[in-house]
Nanobody, 119 residues
Framework: VQLQACGGGLVQAGGSLRLSCAAS????????VAWFRQAPGKEREFVAA?????YYTDSVKGRFTISRDNAKSTAYLQMNSLKPEDTAVYYC????????????????WGQGTLVTVSS
């Protein structure tokens, strides 16, 4: 599976962005798809995942929504009410396994897309 993420950019606090992750290769709907992020000087952290269910880290619940369109082999992360602390490089990832919150469980990664939220 090859993943291509896009949609990052510069936005003011309170604004919105939608990230996309386009997949090519094997059957997309067999995979758990997730978004992780890495802020400068920090470790990569889990943001959201979509398998049979959806999962979110606490800091984005109610503001971010992960979705997928299997027909288009694309996953999305709708980010609303953005905060400066959401600034990071966002990565999409795919896994055939079930450990949805753990970066090490994901076999496939896209390149990052930078999200910058100004105050």
């Amino acid at each position: 599976v090859q993943l291509q993420a896009c949609g990052g950019g510069l936005v003011q606090a309170g604004g919105s962005l939608r990230l996309s992750c386009a997949a090519s290769g094997r059957t997309f709907n067999s995979y758990t798809v997730a978004w992780f992020r890495q802020a400068p000087g920090k470790e990569r952290e889990f943001v959201a995942a979509h398998s049979i269910n959806t999962y979110y880290t606490d800091s984005v619940k109610g503001r971010f929504t992960i979705s997928r369109d299997n027909a288009k082999s694309t996953a999305y992360l709708q980010m609303n009410s953005l905060k400066p602390e959401d600034t990071a490089v966002y990565y999409c990832a795919a896994s055939i396994g079930g450990m949805v919150r753990m970066a090490w469980a994901y076999e496939y990664w896209g390149q990052g897309t930078l999200v910058t939220v100004s105050s």
